[in-house]
């Protein structure tokens, strides 16, 4: 059975800027890949499936929700759709957005990572032999460094908030860290794609390593880096933690 990478975003750039290479190499390695936007139907919804297109990504879910007022929907809701979608696709790994209480987390971010973090534990509460519950769940976000150079001409005035999201770096939680140089070109395509006008090609080297931190489980040994997002599943699957050598090649 091919492996299922789920990835749960706010806004049509979220998926390609944080995770575009892992989702890249996912599919061209046979995984079967998703994303979801909750704001993804709104003003540019032909550029987040145009985005997917160019990272391989088959399957795209849009909602509807409003940019900027995801903050304001009730909690039961957003996690509702969620852990309706998670049953449904059946993802062995999700991969969601790395957010901060305060002001400098971006309200619809929090919003996202709260929902799917309770989908995620929801599902796995209730899950049953027939519905096997997803067995990782990771934050993705940017390094300070990475968010200096990319942020100021990838998001001002394009998304709702950037000043707080620029401010936001997961540097010291950071459990993965993924080498996608090899899927590159698929992530500046999509990238494109979701910031028309943006030139971002010099940016590269900024663009090729995506930092994750894992949320669950636990990461087995402390210290050790991992270099892929699915590597050592079918281990987990059968209830065997893959040894520390076994984490997975980058990218």
């Known amino acids: 059975m091919p492996l299922r990478l789920l990835g749960v975003f706010a806004h049509a750039i979220d998926g390609p800027l944080l995770s575009g290479g892992v989702l890249a ?14 704001a993804g139907a709104g003003a540019e919804p032909g550029a987040a499936r145009e985005a997917a297109r160019a990272l391989q990504v088959p399957r795209v879910v849009l909602l509807d929700y409003e940019a900027g007022r995801l903050d304001g929907l009730a909690p039961s809701t957003l996690t509702g759709v ?39 534990h929801q599902v ?6 027939r519905r096997p519950a997803p067995l990782r769940l990771y934050y993705a976000g940017l390094v300070r460094r990475q968010a200096e150079h990319l942020l100021p001409r990838a998001l001002a ?23 996608v140089r ?53 281990d987990e699957q059968a209830g065997t933690p893959p040894a520390p050598g076994a984490l997975g090649r980058a990218g």
């Open 82 to 120: 969620l852990r309706d979608v998670y049953r449904s696709f059946q993802p062995h790994v999700v991969v969601t957005l790395a957010s901060e209480e305060g002001p400098a987390g971006d309200p619809d971010h929090l919003a996202v990572h709260r929902a799917a973090s309770a989908a995620f």
């Open 157 to 179: 005035g394009r998304v709702p908030c950037p000043g707080p999201w620029s401010r936001q770096s997961i540097d010291a939680r950071v459990t993965a860290v993924v080498d």
């Open 25 to 38: 190499g996912c599919a061209a390695e046979g995984a079967e890949t998703m994303v979801l936007y909750a």
């Open 182 to 234: 090899r899927h590159l070109e698929a992530k500046l395509r999509a990238l494109a794609t979701a910031l028309p006008g943006a030139d971002m090609q010099d940016l590269g080297p900024w663009l090729g390593y995506e930092s994750f931190a894992r949320a669950f489980p636990e990461p087995w040994v402390s210290g050790v880096v991992e270099r892929a997002l699915l590597a050592g599943i079918h």
């Open 124 to 129: 796995r509460r209730s899950s049953s032999g």
